[in-house]
């Protein structure tokens, strides 16, 4: 059976920094992308942050907009996990975030949408106190 498992998560003060940890089991997934999704309450879930497979064990991350510089996602291969550092947090990072993995299909591509992830964790609670 496949498990992601979050962690990490808690409360913050705005312009404090947390790092949120997924470690994945009954698959490996090199190769394909890891990231993180977030959704706030009464909002869309919405993507974060991955890192996609580009040659050998090498993975490009990629971010959305309003991530501005602040977070930095990677995966350690070897653990088959993949990490969300953020920094700068603030009132409108607060939300539940979700690990996604890509099970199948094309590698290397920029993925964004929940739709394609194969694979995801229950979620971690940020809060961020401002």
């Keep these: 059976q496949v498990q992601l498992v979050e962690s990490g998560g808690g409360l913050v003060q705005a312009g404090g920094s947390l790092r949120l940890s997924c470690a994945a089991s009954g698959r490996t997934f090199n190769g394909y992308a890891m990231g993180w999704f977030r959704q706030a309450p009464g909002k869309e879930r919405e993507f974060v942050a991955a890192a996609s497979w580009s040659r050998g064990n090498t993975y490009y991350p990629y971010y959305a ?44 591509l920029r993925l964004t949408t929940p739709s394609e992830f194969n694979y995801w964790g229950q979620g971690t609670q940020v809060t961020v106190s401002s």
């Design 65 to 108: 907009d309003f991530v501005e510089g602040r977070f930095t996602v990677y995966r350690d291969i070897a653990k088959n996990a993949v990490y969300l550092q953020m920094n700068s947090l603030n009132a409108e990072d607060t939300a539940v975030y979700s690990c996604a993995a890509q099970g199948a299909g094309e590698r290397g």
